[in-house]
């Protein structure tokens, strides 16, 4: 190809470290409004580069010049992709290396990741920021689906490490009189449902 295409960019996992100093403070009662604006933005661009990745599984790609919506065959990796709009070409092989392996298929999860970014663009106080958050780094793959056994940490898509280090970074999160309201109560409606994933109902891990 002659031209030369701009990279596809996708937005990272959180470090843990951000999480973490974002429970610690709130536990001691603080409103660090710049750190939630931090981690509740950076899960923001995180849940929208899924929602893109997962749209583009499903034969939708969006292109990252200009958004027009560009229709694909399945599973054709030299089929090629232009924009009708722009002009921006590749194939969907070299578009899908873009995001391979990188946790960025929403499965599952996908209607908690919707949910989060639709939230988001609405949270007005620190409050409701950290509730969403909260939500959304404590839900598991399926569980809006009552047909389907529970899955993994939609952790595992949204902070660096694997399904293990995930589980370790939310385990060790910091709770205190000064938690946010509802945040002692994710966080044990979270364990129970750690307790029933771990006790036989087997996970969907390779979904
Ligand atoms: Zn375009």
Not at 10 to 24: K, V
Not at 100 to 108: A, C, F, K, S
Request: hydrophobic share 35%; aromatic share 10%; charged share 25%.
């Amino acid at each position: 190809m002659a031209r030369r295409e701009p990279p596809v960019r996708w937005a990272p996992r959180l470090r843990p470290e951000r999480l973490r100093r974002l429970y610690t403070a709130d536990a001691r009662g603080l409103v660090d409004e710049e750190l939630i604006d931090d981690v509740g933005f950076a899960l923001y661009s995180r849940c929208r580069s899924i929602l893109t990745a997962s749209r583009a599984m499903h034969g939708e790609v969006e292109c990252p010049q200009c958004e027009t919506v560009i229709r694909r065959e399945p599973l054709d990796a030299d089929y090629p992709l232009v924009c009708p709009q722009c002009g921006w070409a590749t194939t969907w092989g070299e578009y899908h290396r873009t995001f391979q392996h990188q946790e960025l298929y929403g499965g599952g999860a996908i209607d908690i990741f919707r949910w989060y970014v639709e939230q988001w663009e609405r949270a007005a106080t620190p409050q409701q920021k950290i509730q969403l958050i909260d939500r959304l780094v404590h839900a598991w793959h399926w569980e809006t689906r009552q047909d389907h056994i529970l899955g993994r940490p939609t952790g595992v898509n949204l902070i660096e490490g694997n399904r293990q280090q995930v589980l370790a970074v939310l385990d060790g999160l910091t709770y205190g009189p000064g938690s946010s309201p509802g945040l002692a109560e994710m966080d044990a409606a979270w364990r129970e449902t750690w307790r029933r994933v771990q006790a036989g109902t087997k996970p969907n891990c390779e979904e």
